[in-house]
């Protein structure tokens, strides 16, 4: 269960193993006999995490994998998009006219799509 505080992306909250839990109607939080209480939760979505007081996941510690490319990939992979290539290629203008142009194909395929579900009606 979560409560919400006075931050927008703020939680607290607790993971319980019961159907006892007890709602203040002033607050709107809930709570539970702490003998069912397994842990406590606490964090910013975006920031960081706590379980029973420990740091679990903190925005500012986090640190890439290193990705590794498969020997095979599907045409659709996303590397072969010709902005992404041109960009790769420092050809800036060009690689915005292509991401343009793919997202306006993009747009019309839903519209497609949209319309053909409309029919179906």
Known sequence: MFSKDT????FNGFIANTDDLKLDKKTGIYS???KYQHAK????WSRFININDTCYWLQDEQVLADMERMEFTLPSDCSYRPDIILYKMNMNDKAQEAKTILEEIQRNDRNLRDEYKKSLK
């Open 7 to 10: 931050f927008p992306d703020y």
């Open 32 to 34: 539970v006999d702490k």
């Open 41 to 44: 939760l606490e964090g910013e």
